[in-house]
C-alpha cells in the first residue's frame, strides 16, 4: 500500500505471496572477552561486550521486500555483537500489535502505511510523516527511526493493451470504467486505506467489476495482470517485478504517502548502540538499492537474508 511512484500500504502484506525463502536466524553470543570499541554512525560507540547481553527478536513481515528491511537490521545489529533471532509475523495489523506487547523487538516497517494503520493521517512530505509516527507511536512505547529514502507504495498497474483501450494514464481515469474490469491484489486490500478501503473510495470511488484477492505484490499478482486474468493489479514500486508492458497510473489525488523504509523498535531494548546501527544502515538504503535487492529475491529467488549479507559486508556494516 512505494512517492512519486507514491504506491503501497505496504503494510499490504498478503498471506499468498510469501516468499517462500528460508530466512536464516543469525544469532551473535559473547566471546567472553571485551571487544575493542568502535564508532557507528552518529557518533556513538558500540562494542560487542556491551551488546552481547541485549537479545532482539526480529519479527518480519510477509513479503520479500519487508522481509528484506528486517533481516538488514538484524544481521546489522548481530555485527554490532547484539543477540539476534528472527520470527515470521504477517501484515502490519500483526507484526505491530506483536511489537507492542513485546512478542517482537524491532522489524521492518513503511512509515506511511504505518501511520495509516495507527489512525494518522500520511502525506506526502517524508519529515512530516515521520514527525507525526513519532508522536503516534511513543503512546505505544515503540520508537520508529529516521526515513530512509528508500521508498515502496502501492501502484495501480494496467497492461498497455488496456492503458490505451480506455485512455488511461492515470487514477482518476479508472472511475468511469471500473465497473468493467477486473481488479487484483493482496488479500486484506478492500479493508485498507492506502488500496481499496475507505480513504480510497473518497478519493477516487472505485467500483469494479470483480476484486481478486491474490498475493502482496508478488508473482501471482503480476502473472495475473499479464496473462489478462485481471485488468488492474496492485503491486509495489520499488520491490515488485513490473513487467515493461505494464503502465503504472499516476495517483493523481495523493492517496499514497511518503511509505519510505524504517526501523520501529520497543522501548525496552532501546540504546544508543542500538539507534546507531539503524542509523548507519539507514544511511546506505536508497531506492535504488532497495529496488535492486528486492529485484533479486522476486526475479532471482534468492533468500532475503543472503541479499541483506551482501548489501551490508558490501557497505561496511557487517
Not at 238 to 258: E, H, M
Request: charged share 20%; aromatic share 8%; net charge neutral.
Amino acid at each position: 500500500m512505494r512517492r512519486n511512484p507514491r504506491q503501497r500500504y505496504r503494510g499490504l502484506a498478503l498471506g499468498a505471496m510469501f516468499v517462500a525463502l528460508g530466512l536464516v536466524a543469525a544469532a551473535c553470543g559473547s566471546t567472553g572477552t571485551k571487544a575493542t570499541p568502535t564508532t557507528a554512525a552518529g557518533g556513538a560507540s558500540t562494542t560487542a561486550g556491551n551488546n552481547a547481553d541485549t537479545k532482539i527478536v526480529v519479527g518480519q513481515k510477509d513479503f520479500g521486500g519487508a522481509q528484506l528491511l528486517s533481516q538488514l537490521y538484524g544481521q546489522a545489529l548481530a555485527a554490532k555483537g547484539f543477540k539476534v533471532s528472527y520470527t515470521n509475523n504477517g501484515p502490519t495489523e500483526q507484526t505491530y500489535p506483536a511489537l507492542k506487547s513485546g512478542t517482537i523487538d524491532l522489524y521492518g516497517e513503511y512509515q506511511g502505511t504505518l501511520l495509516t494503520y495507527l489512525k494518522g493521517t500520511p502525506s506526502g512530505d517524508p519529515a512530516a510523516v515521520n514527525s507525526a509516527l513519532q508522536t503516534k507511536v511513543a503512546a505505544d512505547n515503540v520508537k520508529a527511526s529516521s526515513p530512509s529514502t528508500a521508498l515502496d507504495v502501492n501502484g495501480f498497474y494496467v497492461t498497455k493493451a488496456t492503458a490505451a483501450r480506455y485512455n488511461l494514464t492515470t487514477m482518476a481515469d479508472l472511475k468511469a470504467v471500473a465497473s468493467k474490469l477486473v481488479f487484483g491484489g493482496p488479500p486484506e486490500c478492500e479493508q485498507r486505506p492506502l488500496c481499496l478501503g475507505t480513504t480510497e473510495q473518497q478519493l477516487y470511488g472505485f467500483h469494479f467489476k470483480q476484486v481478486k484477492k491474490l498475493d502482496p505484490g508478488g508473482p501471482i499478482t503480476h502473472d495475473a495482470l499479464k496473462k489478462g486474468d485481471i485488468d488492474v493489479g496492485l503491486l509495489f514500486t520499488g520491490s515488485s517485478v513490473i513487467d515493461s508492458d505494464f503502465v503504472l497510473l499516476t495517483d493523481d489525488q495523493g492517496l499514497q504517502p511518503a511509505d519510505d523504509a524504517i526501523a520501529v523498535w520497543n522501548t525496552k531494548v532501546d540504546s544508543p548502540n542500538l539507534e546507531a546501527v539503524i542509523t548507519a544502515v539507514n544511511a546506505k538504503l536508497t531506492t535504488a538499492a532497495y529496488n535492486e535487492m528486492a529485484l533479486r529475491i522476486f526475479n532471482d529467488k534468492q533468500d532475503p537474508s543472503a541479499v541483506a549479507k551482501a548489501f551490508l559486508a558490501a557497505n561496511g556494516l557487517a
